[in-house]
T-cell receptor, first 112, second 112 residues
Framework: DAGVIQSPRHEVTEMGQEVTLRCKPI?????LFWYRQTMMRGLELLIY????????DSGMPEDRFSAKMPNASFSTLKIQPSEPRDSAVYFC??????????FGQGTRLTVV | GNSVTQMEGPVTLSEEAFLTINCTYT??????LFWYVQYPGEGLQLLLK?????DKGSNKGFEATYRKETTSFHLEKGSVQVSDSAVYFC???????????FGSGTRLQVQP
């Protein structure tokens, strides 16, 4: 398996624009997680899904953020409109029955 | 919910020195415990894990023992290498809530 695949690896956008981050989890994994990493706040859990259903979105910072998982092999995290304070590295991870999570390489988002 | 306390970094060592990175956690019940490592510009990688009290996880010369009585899971390595320079994260996982809770991470710098 190729592991968790995220795209794009880097994204630079202007404030106010819509940003969509994409994730393909490991086949057979039934949990998918979105994390955000910044120097100030470390690793924050934004939302996670089980069998494509959102279980906990309490970490989503505000209504500008939304996440979907239309099927077992694809998820998106959307920010609309984006703001400079959203600049961070966004990680997607997936896990199976043993609970250990496997992370993608991350998307480095810069909002100018 | 779960929480993790890791020792402040950076930890700076000379090559072949002994490494200890302390980790204590609070969690309900008996979580599984994980150490992840993040190399510069990359996602988190699972380093080792332990699923029950007194278990010892090990990988690549690193070890950590699940200590229920002290709620600790300290990471050790007998002889570090320059290539071990990275950020290390401790994380408990409850079976009920399947999302990992990460500590602040400890940066390790190994000098030749």
């Amino acid at each position: 398996d190729a592991g968790v695949i995220q795209s794009p690896r880097h994204e630079v956008t202007e404030m106010g624009q819509e940003v969509t981050l994409r994730c393909k989890p490991i086949s057979g994994h039934d949990y998918l997680f979105w994390y955000r990493q910044t120097m100030m706040r470390g690793l924050e859990l934004l939302i996670y899904f089980n069998n494509n259903v959102p279980i906990d979105d309490s970490g989503m910072p505000e209504d500008r953020f939304s996440a979907k998982m239309p099927n077992a092999s694809f998820s998106t995290l959307k920010i609309q409109p984006s703001e400079p304070r959203d600049s961070a590295v966004y990680f997607c991870a997936s896990s199976g029955p043993l609970g250990e999570a496997f992370f993608g390489q991350g998307t480095r988002l810069t909002v100018v | 919910g779960n929480s993790v306390t890791q020792m402040e970094g950076p930890v700076t060592l000379s090559e072949e020195a002994f490494l200890t990175i302390n980790c204590t956690y609070t969690a309900t019940g008996y979580p599984s415990l994980f150490w992840y490592v993040q190399y510069p510009g990359e996602g988190l990688q699972l380093l080792l894990k332990a699923t029950k009290a007194d278990d010892k996880g090990s990988n690549k010369g690193f070890e950590a023992t699940y200590r229920k009585e002290t709620t600790s899971f300290h990471l050790e390595k007998g002889s570090v290498q320059v290539s071990d320079s990275a950020v290390y994260f401790c994380a408990p996982l409850n079976t009920g809530r399947r999302a990992l809770t990460f500590g602040s991470g400890t940066r390790l710098q190994v000098q030749p």
